[in-house]
């Protein structure tokens, strides 16, 4: 089993950053994968990015790509996104979430937080 908290969500101007972060405890070494993705109001949850524990490779949803960045501190168990330029269009709730594989597919990671709400104003 692996946990996830959230932490780091609000309301912004657009324009304006916001970091989250991720607490991860339990089995991390079982799921080596972490990822954040968001939900907006009736809307899919969607993939926004993922990176290794172990390693540098990370990948990004297009219409973040160059806005948002996801870094890691193994040392702390924590996955961060750090998100510049924010939009309107992405307000959502974000949750971070735990998996094996290295994909942007909501169904392959198996361990998932509670979901921070992120509110961009115009």
């Known amino acids: 089993q692996v946990q996830l908290v959230e932490s780091g969500g609000g309301l912004v101007q657009a324009g304006g950053s916001l970091r989250l972060s991720c607490a991860a405890s339990g089995r991390t070494f079982s799921s080596p994968v972490m990822g954040w993705f968001r939900q907006a109001p009736g809307k899919e949850r969607e993939f926004v990015a993922a990176s290794w524990w172990s390693s540098s490779s990370t990948i990004y949803a297009d219409s973040v790509k160059g806005r948002f960045t996801i870094s890691r501190d193994n040392a702390k168990n924590t996955v961060y996104l750090q998100m510049n330029s924010l939009k309107p269009e992405d307000t959502a709730v974000y949750y971070c979430?735990?998996?094996?594989?290295?994909?942007?597919?909501?169904?392959?990671?198996?361990?998932w937080g509670q979901g921070t709400q992120v509110t961009v104003s115009s």
């Open positions: 979430a735990a998996g094996t594989l290295f994909t942007r597919v909501v169904a392959n990671y198996a361990y």
